[in-house]
């Protein structure tokens, strides 16, 4: 247990809940506005001295993650995650979507200032920095082998394109579908183009349909 878990443990329990909610919430609204909130800022910002503050956060980085703990996931499969890709790739983008959805005010705020070509807070959005392309290429571990190495990271860029905030602002703010449907719906396009990818693998195994018009982003 560290120490910020025993001092929140022992007396007055419901106060300290109550304050370290208070930071949470401050260093969401300040992450949602485009900065990287230290301990201090999420302080101030909550009118809660500095002190007590560090009580429940000791450093920045405990901080962040008890704001968004998925910042720091490396896979979004669950223990014993299953063998067969299309069932982990429906856990993966299902969570992800999932997490979306409960972020979405952060998410649409993060992707409005990732877009703003004048803006100066793209080096600290940290819910755009690329974590969903690990979590589908970690889903889609299976198919190494049977797809060639282009072939997977063309597949995970085409599900990433299909599947996030970009487009759940396109289904629910232009198509009018509800957030539910709008997950749905990615979650099938999500399969669907796994299943092209394996039927495109079955009729041309070595990958020549898209050696010389598919490069992958360097990053």
């Not at 993650?65 to 499969?77: F, G, T």
């Not at 392309?133 to 082998?145: F, H, Q, T, V, Y």
């Not at 860029?157 to 996030?164: F, M, V």
Request: proline share 4%; aromatic share 6%.
């Amino acid at each position: 247990m560290s120490s910020s878990q025993g001092f929140e443990s022992t007396g007055r329990t419901a106060q300290k809940m109550r304050t370290r909610n208070a930071l949470i919430d401050a260093a969401r609204t300040l992450i949602v506005s485009g900065v990287t909130p230290t301990v201090e800022d999420a302080a101030t910002a909550a009118s809660i001295s500095r002190t007590t503050a560090y009580r429940y956060f000791p450093n920045q980085h405990d901080l962040l993650v008890a704001a968004y703990p998925e910042i720091e996931l490396r896979s979004l499969l669950r223990d014993n995650p299953p063998d067969i890709v299309e069932a982990r790739l429906d856990m993966v983008v299902r969570e992800y979507l999932h997490n979306t959805i409960d972020n979405e005010v952060a998410l649409r705020a993060a992707l409005r200032l990732s877009l703003d070509p004048h803006g100066a807070y793209h080096e600290e959005l940290l819910l755009r920095q690329g974590r969903v392309i690990g979590w589908l290429k970690d889903a889609l571990e299976p198919l190494r082998g049977r797809l060639s190495e282009q072939a997977v990271e063309r597949l995970v860029y085409a599900i990433r394109a299909a599947a996030g905030i970009e487009a759940l602002i396109w289904l629910c703010d232009i198509a009018g579908l509800s957030r539910d449907d709008a997950k749905d719906l990615m979650m099938w396009s999500a399969q669907a183009l796994l299943r092209s990818a394996l039927a495109e693998a079955s009729s041309d195994p070595k990958g020549l349909a898209h050696k010389k018009l598919y490069q992958a982003p360097e990053s």
